[in-house]
C-alpha cells in the first residue's frame, strides 16, 4: 500500500524528463502536474477505501 504514495513522484518525475526533452519550460507544464496529482489523488482514495471495505469482511466475528 505504501508503494502508492510513490506513483505521483515516478509519474511527476517522467513528466519532467519528457518537459525537458521537448524544451517545454516547467512553468508550462504545471497543468500537467495538477492533473498527476488529482489522478493520482482519486487512485490512492479509491485503492485506500476499498482495501478498508474488503478488510472488514475478512475479520472473525
Given at each position: 500500500?505504501?508503494?502508492?504514495?510513490?506513483?505521483?513522484?515516478?509519474?511527476?518525475?517522467?513528466?519532467v524528463?519528457?518537459?525537458?526533452?521537448?524544451?517545454?519550460?516547467?512553468?508550462?507544464?504545471?497543468k500537467?502536474?495538477?492533473?498527476?496529482?488529482?489522478?493520482?489523488?482519486?487512485?490512492?482514495?479509491?485503492?485506500?477505501?476499498?482495501?478498508?471495505?474488503?478488510?472488514?469482511?475478512?475479520?472473525?466475528?
Open positions: 500500500m505504501a508503494k502508492l504514495f510513490l506513483l505521483p513522484l515516478l509519474i511527476s518525475l517522467l513528466w524528463l519528457f518537459l525537458r526533452y521537448n524544451g517545454i519550460p516547467l512553468a508550462q507544464g504545471k500537467g502536474f495538477m492533473y498527476i496529482i488529482g489522478i493520482s489523488l482519486a487512485v490512492i482514495i479509491t485503492f485506500s477505501v476499498l482495501l478498508m471495505l474488503t478488510a472488514k469482511q475478512n475479520m472473525p466475528l
